[in-house]
């Protein structure tokens, strides 16, 4: 089992930016797949940014010359960077966990809302 809590959330004016944070559990982060993903109200949870074990680096391509994706395995952390934010980047955003085995697990989500 995979714990996952992120942080760093809140109301930002757009342009603005925000760090969002997700500390996970266990003593293997280094060998697991991290992943951001977002779910807008009345939409279905989409991948916004992934990093691999290895330090692969996946975006969604509309957001990927804005935001960035970063983990520190001594702290067992992921961080989303998050610049130039628009109103349509606010949705609740989710931490992601891909162990070896088993999985994946999710934290409870944050919650980013842009506006002015």
């Known amino acids: 089992q995979v714990q996952l809590v992120e942080s760093g959330g809140g109301l930002v004016h757009p342009g603005g930016s925000l760090r969002l944070s997700c500390a996970a559990s266990g003593s293997a982060f280094s060998t697991y797949s991290m992943g951001w993903y977002r779910q807008a109200p009345g939409k279905q949870r989409e991948l916004v940014a992934r990093?691999?074990?290895?330090?692969?680096?996946t975006y969604e391509d509309s957001m990927k010359s804005r935001f960035t994706i970063s983990s520190d395995n001594a702290k067992n952390k992921v961080y989303l960077e998050m610049n130039s934010l628009k109103p349509e980047d606010t949705a609740v955003y989710y931490c992601n966990a891909v162990p070896l085995i088993k999985g994946p697990y999710w934290g409870q989500g944050t919650q980013v809302t842009v506006s002015s």
């Open positions: 990093i691999s074990s290895g330090g692969s680096l």
